[in-house]
């Protein structure tokens, strides 16, 4: 039993997301149901159907019947990139009932006293990292829209230049809160515009008048770059006649050219102020710990591509990648 918590699959990051997000609506449910006129479900009823959930809740905790977190919170768990089986892990599934429990307990309290939710549920408001303000109550911000207010946020040059990287962002997460997106995540799909072809946003093929060209997929373009790449690397390898020098050479001509690593900070620097139009300085700040990053700080990225530059060489010293700056050639 002690083994099964030593690791678990989840992300717990993307599982806090999506409790953030349970009690994000539940207070903000609560608001609203004070502040209308007539409440579509009377008091008597309200009450009634969150006993009834409450004990289907506790029987399920009693029955390890896991399934249950699915039913209530599937819907969230999609909408901050877990899958249904997540929420059904007992990992994620003990929590999303505890959680419901102590919401329905908060629920009644406040229908019953008529308490200010936002007061009588300070302390699990906080637990979760949500103040306990109005404002806090708005929807997460969905990632397409983060890319529209940094947009709107930038001058005109560098507008189109957002929008780049928003896309391939947008390839890479989907559409999803900005807020579920994990620091891991971030070194990933930094890891794949680090892996595109130079110049290959020209490959659309529009180039020429009544042409529709074709639509440009980040992940293809990697893909069919690999594939060339891998197979003149088993070429080269398998001629014995060249000395490693020669290899290095040959591969270093003929290896696609990829996004430089000058490049690749400043798409960084790019994809911070998309996470900053949605999480301000909370997540994206200078000042903030590195552990509580959404998006890695130069120093971070940088030690990462230490390990990125080791993994792309073969074991005898042969590139795999290379990029090819203005003023010189860098393996």
Not at 16 to 32: Q, W
Not at 124 to 147: F, N, W, Y
Not at 286 to 302: G, K, M
Request: proline residues 5%; positive net charge; charged residues 30%.
């Amino acid at each position: 039993m002690l083994a099964d918590l030593q690791e678990s699959p989840i992300s717990e990051a993307r599982a806090g997301a999506m409790l953030r997000e349970i009690v994000r609506r539940a207070v903000a449910e609560m608001i609203a149901r004070q502040e209308s006129n007539a409440p579509a479900e009377q008091s008597d009823a309200y009450l009634g159907r969150l006993d009834a959930e409450t004990s289907l809740i506790r029987d399920a905790q009693q029955t390890r019947d896991w399934s249950v977190a699915s039913a209530f919170a599937g819907e969230i768990a999609r909408k901050n990139g877990l899958e249904s089986a997540s929420v059904c892990s007992p990992a994620v599934a003990r929590q999303v009932l505890s959680l419901l429990r102590r919401l329905n307990d908060l629920c009644a309290r406040v229908e019953r006293n008529f308490d200010d939710p936002l007061d009588a549920g300070r302390d699990l408001l906080r637990d979760h990292d949500i103040a306990p303000t109005r404002e806090a109550m708005k929807p997460p911000m969905q990632l397409s829209d983060a890319i529209e207010t940094a947009c709107q946020e930038a001058h005109n040059d560098v507008e189109t230049r957002i929008r780049v990287v928003g896309k391939r962002a947008l390839a890479f997460f989907g559409e999803v809160p900005v807020s579920s997106i994990v620091l891991a995540q971030s070194f990933d799909v930094l890891h794949m515009v680090r892996m595109l072809p130079e110049g290959w946003g020209k490959n659309h093929r529009r180039n020429r008048h009544g042409r529709d060209g074709r639509k440009l997929c980040p992940r293809r373009e990697i893909r069919g770059a690999d594939a060339k790449d891998a197979a003149l690397l088993e070429e080269i390898m398998r001629l014995d006649t060249l000395s490693v020098p020669d290899k290095r050479r040959r591969l270093v001509q003929e290896l696609t050219p990829r996004l430089t690593d000058g490049t690749l900070f400043v798409q960084r620097d790019r994809l911070d102020r998309i996470f900053r139009a949605a999480l301000g300085r909370r997540r994206v700040g200078r000042d903030i710990d590195e552990d509580d990053r959404v998006v890695p700080s130069h120093a971070q990225l940088n030690g990462r591509m230490q390990n990125w530059h080791k993994a792309q060489k073969t074991p005898c010293g042969l590139p795999k990648r290379v990029s090819r700056p203005k003023r010189r050639m860098s393996l």
